[in-house]
């Protein structure tokens, strides 16, 4: 089968989602099918082009032997709505262009990420234009999160419309995929005729190296990814005693919060504790977290339908979690009986966390991390959500629009 994956970013993009994308379409491959990736010129999570693609309007290239159109766009770190809804109309412009070179490439399957909603609104159009049939991914029930973290107000015109288009793709899909639980209960409300599958962001456990033996003192927790308003790593490190709890924050990402958070821990108690890393590819995530004794996974608020990726891949690497928050990824903690759990801006619960962790011995964190280990594999395990996406890309006549 010939497959179009539309995604906003794509290795050598870092993040969680170029991450996701890329298991999505090595599983495709593995199973046979002929794949073309549609996406942006790298730019994701800086907020720039990278200086490789910069000043090109489409570049053509192999990444594991499928390949990648990548299309310009007027990029944007910005945490307002405004520069960010600019930036994605000017990456679908930029993909409509290539409408052509799409239907000589002939796609009898659409897969598109959702949000972001206008890039979702182009894969269904193309699915159309090609008489393909449309999988919508949803990694976030935009424009619900975005409300929920105070982007914007429900009664925002914009928001509005967002909700409606939210609701139309649902109804246009030929079959939708999800990445929690909540998400897809949420979707089957409001579709209860639609197929929804739930499809996690997988890992593939044999890739994490054991923890080595520690050998630092204090102990080291580990925060990797994005650094954004969502994650609230900045009152964690003005608000958390680090320094007196003896244990070290290492911070591993980028983000359009990089720089508050660095300005932020100057001068403080906590900057001799609190550190900040440049981010790594994530091929070499495995090899990093190694060298922690455990990892801090936040969310500032609720957010419902979320699933941080990065809370997969510290259960398979054997770290022991420290996830505050609320919801599906809290429950994930506590049935894998792998970590603690603190409520979402409850500092002093997570203050306890973490000193509970700096208070246990070895052999209690070692328990720990081989729980979240052999849970990770009996659930979230890479071959397992490909083999489910493999088996729903199949030859078909029916089509629905």
Known sequence: MRVLLITPSFPPDRGACPRHM????????????????????????????????????????????YEVWRCALMPSAAVSILPRLFSVLSLMFSMLLRSKTVGTFAPEWVIVQSPPLPLALLGWWLARQNQARLILNISDLWPDVLAQMGVISRKNLLFQWAKQTELLLYEKADIIIAQSEESVA??????????????????????YISKKTRTHQPRRLIYFGLIGMAQGLEDICQTIPFAQLGVELHIFGDGPLRNRLQNSLTGTLNEAFCHLHESVDHT???????????????????????????????????????????????????????????SAGNWQQLRQCIYEFAAADDEQLRALGNAGRLFARQHFHLDAQNKLLADVVQPTNCLTF
């Not at 549609?38 to 200086?51: C, E, N, S, V």
């Not at 979707?187 to 996690?200: D, G, N, S, T």
Request: charged fraction near 15%.
């Open 186 to 207: 949420y979707i089957q409300r409001h579709v209860p005729e639609k197929q929804v599958l739930l499809y996690r962001v997988g890992i593939l456990p044999e890739n």
């Open 22 to 65: 890329q298991g999505v379409v090595d599983g495709l491959v593995q199973a046979g099918h002929e794949v073309v990736v549609l996406t942006a010129l790298p730019h994701y999570p800086q907020g720039k082009i990278d200086d490789h693609f910069r000043g090109k309007l489409f570049h053509q290239d192999f990444f594991k032997g």
């Open 284 to 342: 070499a995530i495995p090899t990093l977290l190694a060298n922690f004794d455990g990892a801090l996974i936040p969310q500032q608020q609720r957010l419902y339908g979320t699933v941080p990726s990065k809370l997969y891949e510290a259960m398979a690497a054997g770290l022991p979690v420290i996830f505050s928050g609320e919801g599906e990824a809290a429950q994930i903690v506590q049935r894998a009986s792998c970590g603690w759990t603190a």
